[in-house]
């Protein structure tokens, strides 16, 4: 039951992180949720162009997605899994880290074909 309330509290942070001034009248078309003990199953969208799916086993773990238009009018759109590991997002607006530098390559590298020798 927690992970269902961190999935509802989730969704209402991008309803509002999504919403201007026009959207403070946006309504729910249609919302769909079956929870279940072995899981659950939710489904939203609303008049302003929110959408969001998840679904969750009885281990915890979550994949969902969500999308919805910013105020500067880009589709935004985020799929994520949420697991023993944490919550791993993926879109193409997330940032992402600067490639590994070659020189740095290079020493894994070595340090993988030359491994030091084990103290005995």
Known sequence: MIKFSSQLVLALFVAFAAANDSDVHAEIKSLKSDVRPDGFDIALETSNGIHEQASGDVHGNIHGSYEYV?????????????????????????????PIPEA?????????AHPPKEDH
């Open 104 to 112: 740095i390559l290079k020493a894994i590298e070595y340090i993988k």
């Open 70 to 98: 910013s105020p500067e009018g880009e589709h935004v759109q985020v799929s994520y899994t949420a697991d023993e590991t944490g919550y791993h997002p993926a879109s193409e607006l997330l940032p992402t880290p600067p």
